[in-house]
């Protein structure tokens, strides 16, 4: 996990690998933490699966404050308030403690999800976003595969599979479109860390660049202990 030098209380010195996956709604993100997640246990890695909102006992609940309910349940400002609550949570419970173990954690979403889907989504409240972020979590997973698509087919996906969760569903293709090239403006800014997947093809054909990735970051994370040694 990346550290800046404000870490809010939560560094860790944890020698795991931090993974996330972002991505609009219905990208394909969930069916490719899982196959990730599958691939790495069959190579012999210790892997925690989970996601965001949620991912500990607490964030569960506070997922399903934030995810089910009228659309205008919540102001943008409490909805960020309540994502960061749920994701400090998340990391205290579940993902500092899975990192301290040597395990890889995949998360299904993390801050990056907050920057756009509250920084953008209504007004500019990137800054709000930023700020409570540096100051609550402070940290960013090694690396984020962003799993790039185009928003019609996702929208199509995502409510192909409709239930309660439905807060965020109703955004439309304009929004969508938006957090897409939002979430590429990030992946231009930090090549390092976020990594474009083309979305658009089979969950195999996907599933192996994700992989490749994956392996890449494990490497280093071996060569990097084996120079601390
Ligand atoms: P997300 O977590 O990004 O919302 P999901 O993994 O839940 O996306 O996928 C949304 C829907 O699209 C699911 O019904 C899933 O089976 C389907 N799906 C996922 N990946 C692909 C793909 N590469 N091609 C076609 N359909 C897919
Ligand atoms: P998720 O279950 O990943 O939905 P999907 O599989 O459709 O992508 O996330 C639920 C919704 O929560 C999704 O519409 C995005 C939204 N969300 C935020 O608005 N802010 C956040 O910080 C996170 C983590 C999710």
């Not at 500990?56 to 659309?71: F, K, M, N, T």
């Not at 960061?84 to 990391?91: I, P």
Request: glycine content about 10%.
């Amino acid at each position: 996990m990346s550290q800046p030098p404000e870490d809010g209380g939560i560094a860790t010195s944890g020698s795991g690998l931090f993974l996330s996956f972002e991505g609009i709604d219905g990208s394909g993100k969930s069916t490719q933490a899982r196959l990730l997640a599958d691939a790495l246990r069959q190579e012999g890695h210790a892997v925690v699966l989970t996601r965001e909102p949620g991912g500990s006992p607490g964030a569960e609940e506070i997922r399903a404050l934030v995810l089910q309910g009228d659309p205008d349940r919540w102001s943008a400002e409490t909805e960020i308030l309540l994502f960061t609550a749920a994701r400090r949570d998340h990391l205290e419970r579940t993902i500092r403690p899975a990192l301290n173990r040597g395990a890889v954690v995949i998360c299904d979403r993390f801050a990056d999800s907050t920057r756009m889907y509250q920084g953008l989504s209504r007004g500019d409240l990137r800054e709000v976003v930023d700020q409570l972020h540096d100051l609550m979590i402070g940290v960013e997973p090694d690396v984020t595969l962003l799993i790039d698509m185009d928003p019609e087919i996702g929208l199509a996906r995502a409510k192909s599979r409709r239930g309660i969760e439905e807060r965020f569903e109703d955004f439309g293709a304009d929004l969508q479109r938006k957090m897409r090239a939002g979430f590429l403006d990030l992946a231009r800014d930090d090549p390092s860390r976020v990594r474009v997947i083309d979305g658009a093809r089979e969950p195999e054909i996907v599933a192996s660049d994700v992989l490749a990735v994956a392996r890449s970051a494990l490497r280093k994370r071996t060569g990097a202990r084996s120079v601390e040694k």
